[in-house]
């Protein structure tokens, strides 16, 4: 094995052996995603014709890899691109949108723009559809509380009824401000 800083290897052959033995990855939890498959990929082709069919596509490599991790994440990303309305340009629009920096973690770790976004509209769906849909939603300021509550620094963090991961968000941000390292937690839903 070659020699490591940590948990990250620095010999270009342990990566690559790493990336290329499926029992490694499994053993680590990790999937190694075709470059066809990729986000890098799929900004990179926004721009062509096939943008759709592209997009289905690498969720079909995908799919592929859950289904062999576990038969019971099959048909969880289902083909919905090319049936959708949007046009390629549209589609391709999203992806550039979406590449923006201000949408990376790594440009800007304080931000969860996306994660925002989608807490707004769920709990703008719960409130619409009444008690039905919302017993299924925890509004993300009663999820902020647990957290501070239960202060995650270490250990498992375990939601059984994970719906769009709040808990696990919040914990690591919980993590990052209170100076703790995420890599002494792991979650499990």
């Not at 969860?112 to 039905?132: H, K, P, T, V």
Request: one cysteine or more.
């Amino acid at each position: 094995m070659g020699p490591k800083i940590g948990s990250i290897y620095t010999d270009q052959d342990e990566i690559n052996y790493v990336l290329e033995d499926r029992d490694e990855c499994t053993a680590k939890n990790t999937f190694v995603i075709p470059k066809t498959a990729t986000w890098q990929y799929l900004k990179d082709n926004a721009e062509q014709d096939d943008i759709k069919v592209r997009e289905d596509d690498a969720f079909d490599q995908i799919q592929d890899l859950l289904t062999d991790y576990n038969r019971q994440l099959s048909n969880i990303l289902p083909r919905i691109f090319v049936k959708s309305e949007l046009s390629a340009k549209q589609t391709g629009g999203i992806i550039n949108l979406l590449s923006h920096p201000k949408f990376s973690e790594k440009e800007n770790p304080e931000s969860d723009i996306l994660g925002g976004i989608y807490e707004y509209y769920i709990g703008r769906f719960a409130m619409a559809e009444g008690s039905g849909a919302g017993q299924f939603f925890t509004p993300g300021s009663i999820v902020r509380l647990l957290v501070e509550l239960l202060e995650p620094y270490k250990g498992r963090i375990f939601d059984p009824a994970c719906g769009s991961g709040g808990m696990f968000v919040q914990s690591m941000r919980f993590i990052n401000e209170h100076g703790g390292n995420k890599s002494d937690i792991s979650i499990y839903r």
